[in-house]
């Protein structure tokens, strides 16, 4: 049976507590034209692959961290607050390696999680909080080891596959491994594999979340033969496959994102061969139905969603690596995609990462240049126009969002939905379960309703905060880093 495990947020009575009305009849802040200046993070980074960024140093700003596939090496460029970085490496002689960066050992410091192609390994680096790393082997002899995955990086959340508390993690093996494998956290950092997969021809990427809405964490994966899968976790870690798609052109990425707000979560993802960025429409049970943002992009490959101009509708980002450029698809809530390139400088651009590298409240881009005459890693800095623009839109579904920003220091905010008239409330609790706050306590008229957080008083932790209505009963965790 599987361990039910509730943590719930710590908050001190004299917390300041903000809540805001988000006009329940009509949605607003949206966007009248998106708009990126270019910075280099780091020119002549020899055949840069996967990026990540976070506070490695917890000096307040956002360091990057950065692969290079042909130099064999990870390097971390540290900020200096001003978006100005200095190379320092994590790694070297570390065969074409692959990153992601979570809480690996529940400390609040951001630590790193490494793959090696070549080297046939997984390692994680433990960061002391002032990014000075140690390297601990998780395991070698894996064959191809490919991407790994220990956090959710739309809802900026560590994977708990098993939901103990822990931060699991995936990695795939291409080309010759070829397979796909969780690793189970033991919450002192033992590791324990769990195969998903073997036999599957170059498994690419994937991602985790809970697909099917039973309140448990699924799986889903990309594989070159030309499927996607995910993965249906039954409760207790059983997890049974389902085909979304085959014989579509080499998909490479996949994530899970409720793309129109009906309760259901899809998929988005993209095709190197078939040219394609799509998004599969969940019909509630888990039957998919492919819908195009993009057709003949040349070469899809990166994929990201979040939210870049802040209108409570999640855009999508991919590149094109044959093209050379990479494009937001603006959402218009309405799931009809608007094409921004932001980066169109004939370049393989490959990965992205969207963070506020600024500081300035709005999502910035990270990208990994994969070229032989000027191999880069880039940022465009988010100077979108947001205007207001009202439409009406009430909600279809009660859904708690996650909170933006996460992690937070000291100011998040949280938004939810309610379809119709229901009494409405939200609560925090120690690690106890004890009550310790409520924030709404009320009945609430259908709509989109926010609140926002003032953490002053509080120490650095991992919480949660609840939602329960009528029908409906939702959990979310946040992390506050001071």
Request: with cysteine.
């Amino acid at each position: 049976m599987k361990k039910l495990m509730f943590y719930y947020l710590v908050f001190a009575l004299g917390t300041l507590v903000f809540i805001t009305n988000l006009l329940p009849q009509s949605l607003t802040n949206k966007t009248k034209g998106l708009d990126f200046n270019e910075h280099v993070v780091k020119n002549n980074f020899n055949g840069p692959n996967t990026i990540a960024a976070a506070d490695f140093d917890a000096d307040g700003d956002v360091d990057v961290v950065a692969t290079s596939f042909d130099g064999n090496y990870i390097s971390l460029f540290e900020n200096d607050d001003n978006q100005n970085f200095s190379e320092h490496y994590l790694i070297q002689n570390f065969g074409q390696p692959k990153v992601d960066v979570a809480f690996i050992d529940g400390d609040l410091d951001y630590d790193i999680i490494a793959s090696s192609q070549t080297g046939d390994k997984i390692v994680w680096f433990e960061n002391d909080g002032q990014a000075q790393f140690t390297e601990h082997l998780i395991i070698d002899n894996w064959e191809s080891a490919g991407f790994v995955y220990a956090k959710d990086q739309i809802r900026g959340i560590d994977l708990d596959i098993n939901d103990d508390g822990f931060t699991d993690f995936i990695t795939t093996a291409t080309p010759n491994g070829n397979k796909i494998s969780w690793f189970e956290n033991d919450g002192n950092q033992n590791f324990t594999e769990h195969l998903l997969k073997e036999n599957w021809y170059w498994v690419r990427r994937a991602s985790a979340y809970d697909i099917d809405n039973d309140n448990d964490m699924d799986i889903v994966a990309a594989a070159k033969v030309g499927e996607i899968i995910w993965f249906e976790n039954d409760g207790d870690e059983n997890f049974s496959e389902h085909l979304v798609i085959s014989d579509w052109g080499e998909p490479n990425a996949v994530l899970v994102e409720d793309m129109n707000k009906d309760g259901s979560n899809d998929l988005v993802a993209t095709s190197v061969v078939a040219n394609e960025v799509v998004w599969f429409e969940n019909d509630g049970n888990q039957n998919f139905t492919k819908r195009i943002i993009k057709d003949h992009y040349d070469g899809a490959y990166g994929l990201d969603i979040a939210d870049i101009d802040n209108d409570n509708d999640k855009d999508v980002l991919a590149t094109a690596w044959i093209g050379g450029f990479g494009s937001v698809f603006e959402n218009d809530g309405n799931q009809n995609f608007t094409e921004y390139v932001f980066c169109n400088t004939g370049f393989d651009l490959l990965h992205l990462f969207t963070i506020d590298l600024d500081k300035d409240q709005d999502l910035d881009i990270l990208g990994a240049c994969y070229a032989s005459n000027l191999p880069q890693l880039r940022w465009w800095e988010n100077n979108s126009t947001v205007g207001v623009e009202e439409f009406n839109s009430l909600p279809l579904h009660f859904k708690l969002l996650q909170n933006y920003p996460n992690p937070f220091n000291p100011v998040t905010n949280i938004k939810y939905e309610i379809p119709d008239f229901s009494f409405v409330a939200i609560k925090v609790y120690d690690i106890l379960g004890n009550e310790i706050v409520t924030m709404v306590n009320e009945e609430k008229a259908p709509g989109n309703y926010g609140i926002v957080f003032n953490a002053n008083g509080l120490s650095s932790g991992v919480y949660f905060f609840k939602i329960n209505s009528d029908h409906f009963s939702d959990t979310k965790k946040m992390i506050l880093m001071k």
